[in-house]
């Protein structure tokens, strides 16, 4: 084998490895289903609900008593994360709050989280409309 291939065999191995490092969920990240998360949601003085999303679609749409922390901030550490409660994660699809749960995952190593899996997506019932509000 000539140096170029083994070249792109190492690049090949390191791409494959970032990609899987961006995907995999963060260590004991709880996984919600709908009907976890609603079971969850009777307990509300002992949960902080987080929205990762941006702040247009907070605003768009959200579940009641949700605190928008969006994912970028979440990301730079320029933002609070509640330690006295279990922390549940959600955003549109469920992605970007298994990317949140990893960056809050590397502060607070022993922090109770789980996300809504399939983000609000998932649930039949949808979350509360700004324009119901009005």
């Known amino acids: 084998m000539d140096t170029i291939t083994i070249l792109q065999i190492g690049l090949g191995i390191i791409f494959i ?16 289903s709908e009907a976890d998360f ?4 009777k307990k509300p003085n002992e949960i902080a609900l987080i929205d990762v999303r941006n702040p247009y679609e907070f605003e768009t749409n959200h579940i009641k008593g949700a ?11 320029k933002v609070e994360i509640p330690t006295n409660k279990d922390i549940i994660l959600y955003c549109q699809t469920g992605i ?10 590397r502060r607070h190593k022993d922090l109770p ?10 649930l039949k019932t949808q979350a509360t409309s700004a324009q119901k509000k009005k």
């Open 17 to 32: 490895i970032l990609v899987y490092d961006s995907f995999r969920p963060a260590k004991n990240l709880e996984q919600l």
């Open 38 to 41: 609603k079971e969850k949601m």
């Open 67 to 77: 605190v928008n922390l969006p994912l970028s901030k979440i990301k730079r550490n």
């Open 96 to 105: 970007r709050s298994k990317q949140a749960a990893k960056a809050i995952r």
């Open 113 to 122: 989280l789980s996300h809504l899996k399939g983000g609000l997506y998932s």
